[in-house]
């Protein structure tokens, strides 16, 4: 009796042994994990995110209270309007001088006919000339003091231009927006919670297509490539494996002892390498799920 049940065990750890040799490597799924975090202090006002919810890129997740900063926009906007209220109307201003310079160039060609018919002398057509110069000098005198004038108080307005710029920055960090395409795996925070610049919301991650890490020996290492298509199994039930494609996206540079949750203690002294499989996902693979890599 005692020789059928070693006769049995034996049997047993045959079929594991040789269930376990049919692959070449093993491993568990993972995904590029993102934490996405405020980037603004205030009261979350809303915020739309559950966990398991499927976000799609920029898509708008809620906003942070950011009424103190439209109200500090709204004043440095009226102190741009005031100091621009302090510019020339140069038009208005020289519209006078202009007159006058359009008077005396009639006045001078009134002259100058007048000297042509020798009814003028030379020193009227002289004054004439010498006072249309003078007019036309203060002319371009005035436009240029006042655009320097206006220059100068429109430059004043450059660093309330520059804050307003700093607060449009901060108003749109206000605003929680989905970085990209995934699912949310794990919410951290909720409608009206105070939050503050790098406080974590919620992580995502794409999960149409996960990675399996794996790790070879040094002798299966030799056979790996990048791109290289290889089958990977995940258990269907008990007795059967449902198959998928994957291909080889990384392979590691450096050994690394066996990870203690993939082999047996015996096994964990031996020098592996990693490797990355990408996997496309149907729905049934999920994270930290096992997988088994054939190639």
Do not use: H
């Amino acid at each position: 009796m005692k020789t059928n049940y070693i006769f049995i065990a034996l049997i047993f750890l045959a079929s594991c042994s040789a269930k376990k040799n049919q692959f070449d490597a093993s491993g568990t799924f993972e995904a590029v994990e993102t934490i996405v975090s405020a980037e603004a202090a205030g009261t979350l006002k809303v915020f739309t995110v559950e966990e398991g919810q499927l976000l799609s890129l920029n898509q708008n997740l809620g906003y942070i209270d950011s009424l103190q900063l439209f109200l500090k926009k709204k004043q440095l906007q009226s102190q741009v309007k005031a100091v621009l209220s302090k510019r020339p109307d140069i038009p208005a201003q020289l519209a006078s001088l202009k007159e006058q310079l359009v008077q005396a160039e009639r006045e001078q060609k009134r002259v100058e006919n007048l000297f042509s018919k020798d009814a003028a002398t030379q020193k009227q057509v002289d004054d004439s000339r010498s006072q249309t110069a003078i007019v036309r000098k203060q002319v371009n005198a005035m436009q240029s003091s006042l655009g320097i004038s206006s220059t100068s108080i429109t430059e004043e307005t450059n660093p309330l231009t520059v804050q307003i710029a700093q607060l449009d920055d901060q108003l749109q960090k206000c605003r929680i927006v989905n970085p990209l395409a995934g699912t949310v795996l794990t919410k951290y925070a909720e409608t009206f919670e105070m939050v503050s610049p790098g406080k974590p919301l919620y992580k995502i991650a794409n999960m149409e297509s996960l990675i399996l890490r794996a790790y070879v020996s040094g002798d299966q290492f030799a056979a790996c490539k990048l791109g290289q298509k290889v089958k990977v199994f995940i258990d269907s039930n008990a007795k059967e494996y449902k198959e998928y494609e994957g291909a080889i996206e990384w392979i590691s540079n450096k050994a690394e002892f066996t990870p203690k949750t993939i082999q047996t203690k015996d096994e964990r002294a031996n020098l592996v390498y990693a490797i990355k499989v990408r996997v496309k996902n149907d729905g049934l693979l999920k994270l930290g799920m096992y997988g088994e890599l054939k190639f």
